[in-house]
């Protein structure tokens, strides 16, 4: 089982920058891929693997950038130039596979609320 923890959510204008954060805890899990998603549909925002390797989805390339620390178990999500069209509900997903482009993802997190306003 594996348990995360989003953080970093919040209100910003239009043009403006905020960064989420996830903790994995729980599992052998942790070392597997881990990303973000938005939505109750669960889109993938952006995915990355213990090696660093990332997938994002190709209208926020440029904008957003995923982060990972073995370390400390977490990840990061730095974005950049918000437009309204990003407020959504985020989560930290967390695949039972190491590789990220199999999409299994089984474990999610709560979520954290971001909202841009215009």
């Known amino acids: 089982q594996v348990q995360l923890a989003e953080s970093g959510g919040g209100s910003v204008q239009a043009g403006g920058s905020l960064r989420l954060s996830c903790v994995a805890s729980?599992?052998?899990?942790?070392?597997?891929?881990l990303g973000w998603f938005r939505h109750s549909t669960k889109e993938r925002v952006a995915t990355i693997d213990r090696?660093?390797?990332?997938i994002y989805d190709d209208s926020l390339k440029g904008q957003f950038t995923v982060t990972r620390d073995n370390a400390k178990n977490t990840i990061g999500l730095q974005m950049n130039s918000l437009k309204p069209e990003d407020t959504a509900m985020y989560y930290c997903?967390?695949?039972?596979?190491?590789?990220?482009?199999?999409?299994?993802?089984?474990?999610w997190g709560q979520g954290t609320q971001v909202t841009v306003s215009s």
């Open positions: 997903g967390a695949s039972i596979d190491e590789y990220c482009y199999t999409n299994d993802f089984h474990y």
């Open positions: 729980g599992s052998a899990y942790m070392k597997n891929c």
């Open positions: 090696n660093g390797m990332t």
